[in-house]
Nanobody
Framework: QVQLVESGGGLVQAGGSLRVSCAASGRTFSSHAMGWFRQAPGKEREFVAAISWGGVNSDYADSVKGRFTISRDNVKSTVYLQMNSLKPEDTAVYYC?????????????????WGQGTQVTVSS
């Protein structure tokens, strides 16, 4: 079992940067692909980025490509999302999730561990 706790959210001006982190507990973190999702008020949760268990492969939503970078540190059992050039439309609750699969990229239903989320607010 993997438990996930996000941190690092906050309020930032448009054009600014923020890094959110997701600390995992559990011995199997390094075998999980990890992803970031977000949900804005009144909208469905959407995929943001994913990284394979070894960190070799990554995948991004078109809306964040070139601005966001996902990374992981398997020694620290932590996955990061560096967000640059933030826009007001990036405002959302950001969730990290884990998928116990070797397939790449994981399908949405394969994410079976979720954190509680961290709020990111981008002001214009």
């Amino acid at each position: 079992q993997v438990q996930l706790v996000e941190s690092g959210g906050g309020l930032v001006q448009a054009g600014g940067s923020l890094r959110v982190s997701c600390a995992a507990s559990g011995r199997t973190f390094s075998s999980h692909a990890m992803g970031w999702f977000r949900q804005a008020p009144g909208k469905e949760r959407e995929f943001v980025a994913a990284i394979s268990w070894g960190g070799v492969n990554s995948d991004y939503a078109d809306s964040v490509k070139g601005r966001f970078t996902i990374s992981r540190d398997n020694v620290k059992s932590t996955v990061y999302l560096q967000m640059n050039s933030l826009k007001p439309e990036d405002t959302a609750v950001y969730y990290c999730a884990g998928a116990a699969t070797t397939a790449w990229p994981p399908l949405s239903y394969e994410y079976n561990y979720w954190g509680q989320g961290t709020q990111v607010t981008v002001s214009s």
